[in-house]
C-alpha cells in the first residue's frame, strides 16, 4: 500500500537518510526501530509532510506523493500520532475530534451535530465519555484514543504511531493496543514506533530497524527474536543486555542500615509508608502509573510534606527539596525535561546547578572549577557532546538524562532517587546507565530506582517493593525478585481489562 | 571583556549607528563643553534624561530574566516621589525621605513579587494590579495635588553635578555596575537564569525560586524607588498623575532592544542599559534635529520597528543563510567531507 | 456536573450581581434605566475595543495599540469632515480600512519575524499615537450635522432611560465577537492558537492567517471604536484614550478570560466592562469619594478576580485528579 524507496535526506553536515526503503501492507502493524538518531523521525518527518526529502520517492497506492504539509499528508490518508498528544487540551473532545471539518450552516458551527458526529466517531473504539467537556479533563491513554479517532477520521489509510505508548500504564497500553488491533482489522496500514521491544513483538507484525540513516533489515516478527533485534539495532553484539545479576539475588545481604522513613505520606495521596534505607543498597519501586509510586518519591525528596526522616546521628528535616538536599539527598525525576534540565543553559551549568545552589548564591563556584567537573562527567558518563558550553536542550534525551545524574553524581549525595532513569532512552545509554548504577552502589551510595520495566528493577535492586492503588502492598527481597513475582504482587486484585 | 564586548556588539552597533544618524542631521551632537564646573551637551544630556529609564530598564532586565514582566514600576515610581516629596514636607529630612522612598520601592515589589512567587499568578496581571491601584494610591498620598517641596540637598539629586557629570547619570551607572557585578561576581546570575528557564526544574536541584523571584521583584521595586527620587528631586516636586507615566513601556522597550528575550534566561544588564541610551538618544536626536515635535513619537516608533526587525530571531537566521550561501555556493555537505 | 470551563464565566456574572445589590441597596435610584442607558453609553466604546482584545487574548496574544488607535481615528474623523467634504459613512469606512489594514499588518509582523505581541504592538501604540499628533496637536471640534445626528439617536426605554445609538452598537459588537469567537472555524483557530501554536499547527490551522486575521479584527474593533468615542464626545484628540488598552485587558481579565490564552468569553467580558462601570457610577453617585478611589477599586477587583480564578482552578484541577484515583 505504502511504499519507499530510496529515501535521501541531507541536513548540513549529515546524511539523515541514506537510500532508505520501507513498505506497509493494509492491514498489518509494521514497527519501525532504531537508536536515537537512526532516522525514524526524519523519515515519519517525510512522510508527514515536515520535511521534504531531497531523493527517492514515496508512493501511496501506487500513486508518487510529496506532502508539503501535515495537513497536505492528512488528506493523502496518512495520519499521525504522537507521543506528546497532538491535540488541544482546552477545547472540548468533540471540538478537538471535528476541528476543521466543523458541521456549519451559514458559516455557524452547528454544536449539537458536531457533538454527534464526535460521538459517531468514538462509537467504534468502544470509548463512551461526554464529548462536551474539555479533552483536558480525561487521563492521556484516552486523549491517545481520541487523537487515533481524529487521525484515522481524517485520513483513513495510514496510521503512524509515534512511541504512543512512553505515558501510559500496562492497562492502558492494553486498551491501546485493542484499538489499535481492530484498526488493523479494518485493512488500515499502521506503523508503530517504540522503544519497548516487548509492545513490538507484542503488537507487530513486521518489523524494520534502521541505523546511522540506513535501512538494515526488514523481516516478519517471528523470524526474529529479542537479542538479534537488539544486534540489528546496535550493529553490534551486545554483552548482555542486563548485568548478570541473579546470584546476589540468593542471598540478602545485611547492610548497615542508613536512613529510616516513618509515616510518609498522606491519606488519598499515597501510604502512609515506612521506609528503611542501608548504606549501598538499591531500593526498587514498582508498580503502574498512577500507583503512587512518583509520589512515594516526592514525599521522600520533600515535594510533599508529610513523615520524618532519621538517620544514625538523629531526626532530619526533609520538608521542602532544600532540606532533602542539604540532607544529602539527590532525585532525578521521571520528566525530566519539564522537571531535570535547564534547556537552554550549557551542560557545564546544568552539572554545576545543584551544587552552586546548595553553596548559596554569595560563593559562586570558579568557572575553572565548573570546567573542570564537567568534563569529568561528560568523560565518566559517557556524555556526547561536542563541548561543555552547549545548550542541554540541544543533546538527544539519553544525554540530558546523563546530565541530569551528573549534576547529582557532583552533590555526592548519600541517597538519589531515579524516577524511571531510562524511560525514552536507546538501548545503548540504556545498558550504560544500569552499568553506570552498579558502579555508584559500588561506591557506597543508597539508590532507590522507580521502574515501569521489570528486567531493569530486577536487574538492579536488592529489594523490590511493590506499590498498588496508593499503598505499599509488598517487599520482595533476595531470590523474590522475580518477574512473576513483581507482576503478581501488582496484579492481584486488580483485574487487567477494566479500564476507563 | 573581550568577551563581554562581543557579545555587546550588536547594541554597540545600533548605538553607533543611531549617534552618526544624529550627528548627520545635527553636526553639533558631539560637542561637549565645560561650563561653570559642569558638562554639558546633547550627549551628557542624554545621559541625565535617560536616568529613570536606564534605571528602571536595570531592574526589569532581573524581572524579565525570571520570564517575568513588571508593568507597574512607572507607578512605583509615582508612589515613591510622592512618598519622598510627603516625607521632607512632613520634616524627616533628606536621609529619612530617602529612606521612606526606598522602603515604599521594597514593599511594592514584596507585593508583586508575592503574588507571582506565592500567590502564583502570571507576573503581567500581577504587576497590572499595582500598575492600576498604585496611580491611585499616589494620589492618596499627595491628595490629587502636585506635592511641591525646598530642599537643596535633595532637589541636587535630580539635577545637580558630581565631579562635573550630572547626579542621575551618577547614579543610574554605578546602580547599573552594581546590579551587573551582584549578577555576575556572585552565582545570582546562573541562578535568576535557570528559574526564568526552568523552575521546576531549578528548584529540584535546590535553587530557592521563590525567594529568588520576589527578590527580583523588590529589586525591580527599588530601581523605580531610584527613578522616582529622581524625578521628583529634578521637578521638585511629586507628581502622582504624571510622574513615571508609561515609563514601564520604555524600559520593556529598552530591554528588548538590548537583546534579552522577554521568554526568560539569559541576560544582560549591560546591554538593556545600551538599550535605554539608544531610546534616550533617538528621542533627544528628533529634538535636536529640529523636526516639528509631532512627528517625534512617528519617527520614533519607525526607528525602534527598524531596530527590532534587525534584532528579530528570524530575521537573523535568514541573514545567517544567506551570508552562508554567499561565502559556500557548494552544498553544505560537501563542505564537510572537503574540510581537512 | 457543571462543566468546569464556566466557572470563572459564573464567578463573573455572580459578582457583578452582588455588586448591582450593594448598589441598588445604597442608592435605589441606580436600578432605573436611566442609569442603565448610561452604563451602556459611557462604556460603549471600552466594550467594544474589549470584545477585539478578547478574542486577541484568546489567541494568547495581547494588543497594547488599541488606546493609540482609538485616539487616532477620533482625530482622523475629526480632520477628515473638517478638511474634506466626504459624508462622515465615507470616512468611517476609510477609517476602518485604515485601522483594520494597521492590525492586520501587526498581526504579519509578528508572524513573520517571530516577535512577541507585547513588543510588536507597543511599537504600534507609538507610532498610532504618533500618526494622531501628525494630524493635529489639538482637540479638533466635529460639527458635521450626520454626526451630531447620530449623537443624538437614542431609543427611549421605559423609565425615561436612554439607549444610544453607541450603546447598541457595543452591544451588537458583543453579540457579534460572540459568534465569532464561539461559533465559527476562526473562533476554534483562535482557541487553538491559546492552546498551544506547535499542536495548533499540527492539526490544520492556518498560524499566519488567523494571527493576521486576530489583530485586524483587533485593529478593527479599535477602529469602531474610535468611531464611538468620537461620536461620544464629538471631537478627536491625539492625547485621548491613553492607557485603553490597559483598561480593557483588566475588563477581559475580570470578565474571566485567562490572559495566557485558551480560555474565556466574550460575554464575560461585557459583564467585566459593566463592573468596571458599575463600579464609577457608585463613585460618582457617592459623590464623597476621590477620584483616585476609582483606581485603587479596580485594582482591587482585579486582584479578587484572578485569586478567585486561581482557585477555582486549583479545585477543579483537584477534582480531577480525586477522579482518577
Known sequence: MLTIRSLTKRFPGTLALDDVRFDLRAGEVHALLGENGAGKSTLIKCLTGAYRPDGGEIRLDGAKIAPRSTSEAQELGIGTVYQEVNLLPNLTVAQNLCFGREPRRAGMIRTRAMTRAAQDMLDPYGLDIDVTRDLGHYSVAIRQIVAIARAVALSGKVLILDEPTASLDAREVKMLFDVVRGLKARGLGIVFVSHFLDQVFDLSDRVTVLRNGRHIVTEDIAALDRLSLIEHMLGHALETEVADHATSHDAVIARPEMLTFRGMGRAGVVGPFDLDVGQGEVVGLAGLLGSGRTESAEYLFGLRSGGTAEDIKGPIPIDTPRKAIAAGFGFAPEDRKTDGIVAELSVRENIALALQARRGWARPMPRAEQQRLARMYIERLDIRTSDAEKAVGDLSGGNQQKVVLARWLAMNPRFLILDEPTRGIDVGAHAEILRLIHELVGEGMSLLVISSELDELIAVADRVIVVRDRAHVAELTGAEIRADTIVRAIARHDEIGEVA | MQRTLTQLAPQLVTLAAVVLLVWVVFPGFLDIRLVDGRLVGPVIDILKRGAPVALLATGMTLVIATRGIDLSVGTVMA?????????????????????????????????????????????????????????????????????????????????????????????????????????????????????????????????????????????????????????????????????????????????????????????????????????????????????????????KAALVLVILVLQSPRFAAEWRTWRAARAEPRPAGQVQEDAP | MTNPRLLPLYATIAIFLVACVICYAQFPYMASTRVLGNLLTDNAYLGIVAVGMTVVILSGGIDLSVGSVIAFSGVFIAVLLRDTGLHPLVVFALLLVVTTAFGAAMGGLIHVLEMPAFIVTLAGMFLARGAAYMLTIDSVPIDDPFFTMLQKAYYLMPGKGRLTLIGVVMLLSVVAGMVIAHRTRFGSSVFALGGGVQTARLMGVKVGRTTVGIYAFSGFMAGLSGIVFAIYTGSGYPLATVGTELTAIAAVVIGGAILTGGAGYVFGTLIGVLTMGLIQTYIVFDGTLSSWWTKIVIGGLLLMFIVLQKGLLRLSTARLAGGAA
Do not use: K
Not at chain 2, 266 to 285: H, K
Open chain 2, 79 to 299: 508612589i515613591c516621589g510622592a512618598v519622598a516629596a510627603w516625607a521632607i514636607d512632613g520634616g524627616f529630612g533628606l536621609g529619612g525621605a530617602l529612606a521612606l522612598a526606598i522602603v515604599a520601592g521594597l514593599v511594592a515589589g514584596l507585593w508583586n513579587g508575592t503574588l507571582v512567587a506565592i500567590v502564583g499568578i502570571q507576573p503581567i496581571v500581577a504587576t497590572l494590579i499595582l500598575m492600576t491601584a498604585g496611580r491611585g494610591i499616589a494620589q492618596l498620598i499627595t491628595e490629587g495635588r502636585i506635592l511641591t517641596f525646598t530642599h537643596d540637598g535633595f532637589a541636587w539629586l535630580g539635577s545637580g553635578t558630581l565631579l562635573a557629570v550630572p547626579v542621575p547619570a551618577v547614579i543610574w551607572v554605578l546602580t547599573g555596575i552594581a546590579a551587573a557585578l551582584l549578577m555576575r561576581r556572585t552565582a545570582l546570575g546562573l541562578l535568576v537564569e535557570a528559574v526564568g528557564i526552568n523552575r521546576r526544574a531549578a528548584a529540584l536541584a535546590g535553587v530557592n525560586a521563590t525567594v529568588l523571584l520576589i527578590a527580583v521583584y523588590m529589586a525591580s521595586g527599588l530601581c523605580a524607588a531610584l527613578a522616582g527620587i529622581i524625578t521628583a528631586a529634578d521637578i521638585r516636586g511629586a507628581d502622582a498623575n504624571n510622574a513615571g507615566l508609561w515609563l514601564e513601556l520604555d524600559a520593556i522597550l529598552a530591554v528588548v532592544i538590548g537583546g534579552n528575550s522577554l521568554l526568560g534566561g539569559r541576560f544582560s544588564v549591560a546591554a538593556s542599559l545600551i538599550g535605554a541610551m539608544i531610546i534616550q538618544t533617538i528621542d533627544t536626536g528628533i529634538l535636536l534635529a529640529g523636526f516639528p515635535s509631532e512627528y517625534n513619537l512617528v519617527i
